[in-house]
């Protein structure tokens, strides 16, 4: 068995084209990113890794931005932390859902260090971003030296703490797109202990049509309720095109216990997960179509 070492070569970067090189440069060796350090400091901590080279990516500035337009939207850099996001005033304006989410992130001093992009790369099942960023149809742009590419964020994690990013890239932005007229988007967070991971959480997000009659689209999000956060399809579709009542809600939520696989432990059972997880998303879904009406 191979001894675990705390020894490692600390690697800073100052700009995104020296991160990339540095992660090309080490693609065959045992390294990690860091970025605010809140989850990958406790993996090293508790021994669960104990890599060779560590580059630091805190230090490359041109990836601390959160900006909006009319036309491309909102993109959160990977530098951006959970509390940037929370305080952001363009944020909470166009896309409320997203600080009130950072709100029940963890404590205040993990956002003030935690990046959102680091949240999602560590790939905690229940990571709180995730919900509402599936629900706002947002992607993730992936970087590695001379290539770019990007993923819808309900493709991005892939199961327990391992996401599509491979060796030799980075995650380097969100992208979340305008929001259509009409819309509302609503996030909740079930957890034992305020801030604490969820044991099931879900954001749904409704567009209605120009009668605020029927649902014209619908998005649902769900985390802590499978190995990854996960899109649930068919509940989509069964709001899609119809007129929303809490009837309807229930008969999508019954649908969606089926799309979700939650996994039994000390915190509940699987079968009270799922319970939960319908609950949330029919109260979750009244309150997205109410901010739908009043859009
Ligand atoms: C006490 C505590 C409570 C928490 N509670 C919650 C909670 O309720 N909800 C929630 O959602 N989160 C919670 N978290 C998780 C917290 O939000 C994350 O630890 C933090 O956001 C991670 O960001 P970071 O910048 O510190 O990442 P780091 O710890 O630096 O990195 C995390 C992982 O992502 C990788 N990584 C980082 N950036 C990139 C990148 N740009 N590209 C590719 N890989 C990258 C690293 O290699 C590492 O594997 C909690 C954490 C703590 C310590």
């Known amino acids: 068995m191979k001894a675990i070492t705390t020894d490692f070569e600390y690697l800073p970067a100052t700009t995104l084209e020296e991160a990339l090189d540095l992660l090309s440069e080490h693609k065959d060796d045992d390294y990690r990113i860091i970025a605010g350090g809140q989850s990958l400091n406790t993996a090293m901590k508790h021994r669960l890794i104990a890599p060779e080279y560590i580059i630091d990516i805190?230090?490359?500035s041109d990836l601390d931005y959160i900006t909006?337009?009319?036309t491309e939207g909102l993109r959160i850099g990977a530098l951006a932390?959970?509390?940037?996001l929370e305080k952001s005033q363009i944020v909470r304006e166009k896309y409320p859902v997203l600080c009130e989410m950072e709100e029940n992130v963890a404590s205040v001093e993990t956002r003030n260090w935690g990046t959102v992009v680091g949240d999602l790369c560590n790939a905690d099942p229940a990571v709180d971003p995730a919900p509402p960023l599936i629900a706002l149809d947002a992607k993730l742009k992936i970087a590695s030296k001379g290539e770019e590419r990007t993923v819808a964020a309900e493709e991005f994690?892939?199961?327990f703490f391992e996401t599509v990013v491979q060796i030799g890239e980075m995650a380097t932005e969100i992208q979340v797109p305008v929001?259509?007229?009409n819309t509302g988007v609503y996030f909740t967070k079930y957890s034992q202990i305020h801030g604490d991971y969820a044991l099931a959480s879900v954001a749904v997000r409704i567009t209605l049509d120009s009668k605020k009659d029927k649902c014209t689209d619908a998005r649902i999000g769900f985390a802590g309720v499978g190995s990854?956060?996960?899109r649930a399809k068919q509940a989509e579709d069964v709001l899609k095109g119809k007129q929303i009542t809490e009837a309807l809600l229930a008969e999508a939520a019954e649908v969606a216990k089926t799309e979700i696989s939650p996994v039994s432990g000390i915190e509940g059972s699987a079968d009270y997960k799922r319970d939960l997880a319908g609950t949330l998303m029919k109260r979750v879904g009244k309150v997205?179509?109410?901010?739908a009406q009043k859009a």
């Open 58 to 60: 805190k230090g490359v």
């Open 179 to 181: 929001l259509p007229p």
């Open 157 to 159: 994690a892939l199961d």
């Open 288 to 291: 997205a179509l109410e901010r």
């Open 81 to 84: 932390t959970h509390r940037s």
């Open 68 to 70: 909006f337009d009319e």
């Open 228 to 230: 990854a956060p996960i």
